[in-house]
């Protein structure tokens, strides 16, 4: 057993990494930890600073896996370790702030203090900018590790002055055997999983353990035959912005409710009590986190849709090109075949095309309806 061992498909980011934990001449203050989304980012990230604390167990360091400080790492609760996961849509200067305060401290009781931050990308410039004195002079014993999809992501000031560890899309058939080793799936669902999650080892995760998630993909690869002119096409966009928002209200009412609950309580408010004047303002912050909160989950599954129905446009055009590479989509390969024969190959690319310019709209935070109706109009055939 290894702190590396979630860590599917990165032979040369785990010996870059491991070789910084064991080896002090090979260590440095920050890193930058980059690769698409799936490929494993913040386990690896997670793993390293496992590997950092590890204090060893029969003789074996460089994360045993075994010891506390690796254990208590792992699960998030060694006190010197910091991680920063947002679910909003960016990472605020307030967080970050709070963040430079605990990289001051010595550690407690760990080799280093260990500051993960999985998001990076999702930082404003003048918050970035707030956080580069503390990456460029950080305290001895101190250690920034920065995840994102590519280090275009970040700002060329914070990544000049980091290591660089470039992370790949791992294998299908790796990320399948890692859910049968550690979820116990059966195998023939964890490579169609993993397929099917284009190798998003989190995404395979869920496919391959609930069957409601692999209804919805399914869903929304039928839009694709589904759509024959506009009117389908407008039809289209709204049930995915429809089902967008109903998974975002599901994904985030209950916690919600219990983080409105607790500050209420925090602030002495007994249930159906009125809230005073004074203490408005408190709830009014927390609301607003919680919709930038929903409106990331919205955006994340929008986009997720769309990198499904590219994955099913790609599979056509691998049949109307020939290509002997095995299909995404396998299970729909009648689906696939049927689109291939309907349209040429340069249509193809135009429908794939108009799903990538959606995405960037989303992300330009243009209003999620019109753009996937946009999108669903590309994807009508074409005389």
């Known amino acids: 057993m290894s702190v590396w061992d979630d860590v599917v498909g990165q032979p040369d980011a785990v010996a870059t990494l491991l070789r910084a934990a064991t080896d002090p001449a090979a260590m440095t203050h920050a890193w930058l930890l980059t690769g698409p989304p799936g490929s494993g980012r913040s386990v690896a990230a997670r793993a390293f600073a496992a590997a950092l604390q590890c204090t060893g167990t029969d003789g074996e360091t460089g994360g045993c896996g075994r010891c506390h400080a690796c254990t208590t790492t792992l699960a998030g609760t060694h006190p010197d370790l910091t991680v920063v996961a947002t679910d909003k849509v960016v990472i605020t200067i307030d967080e970050v702030r709070d963040l430079i305060m605990t990289a001051a401290r010595t550690p407690s009781s760990g080799r280093y203090r260990v500051i993960v931050v999985e998001d990076a990308d999702r930082m404003a410039e003048r918050t970035t900018n707030v956080l580069l004195k503390a990456i460029e002079e950080p305290p ?174 790609r599979d056509v055009l691998v049949v109307q090109l020939g290509a002997t590479v095995e299909l995404v989509n396998a299970e729909h390969d009648g689906a696939v075949r049927a689109l291939a024969a309907d349209s040429t190959p340069e249509q193809t690319i135009r429908r794939m095309d108009a799903i990538g310019v959606a995405r960037e709209r989303l992300e330009g935070n243009v209003a999620p309806l019109l753009a996937l109706e946009a999108m669903a109009v590309a994807l009508r055939p074409q005389g």
């Open 140 to 313: 001895p014993h101190t250690v920034w590790v920065l995840c994102a999809p590519s280090a275009q992501d970040v700002l060329p000031t914070i990544r000049s002055r980091c290591r660089g560890v470039v992370l790949r899309v791992p294998p299908a058939r790796d990320v399948a055997d890692l859910l049968v080793r550690r979820d116990g799936v059966d195998p023939a669902v964890a490579l169609t999983a993993a397929r099917a999650a284009q190798s998003h080892v989190g995404l395979a995760r869920r496919l391959a353990r609930d069957a409601d998630a692999r209804e919805r993909r399914d869903a929304v690869l039928q839009i694709a035959r589904r759509i024959r002119g506009v009117g389908d096409a407008v039809l289209a966009a709204g049930e995915l912005v429809d089902v967008a928002k109903a998974e975002a209200v599901a994904a985030t009412a209950e916690r919600d409710a219990v983080e409105k609950a607790e500050l209420m309580r925090a602030l002495g408010v007994q249930d159906g009590d009125t809230l005073p004047p004074r203490l408005r303002s408190q709830l009014k912050q927390l609301e607003d986190d919680q919709k930038r909160r929903a409106t990331r989950r919205q955006r994340d599954v929008l986009d997720r849709s769309m990198v499904d129905l590219l994955s099913l446009y």
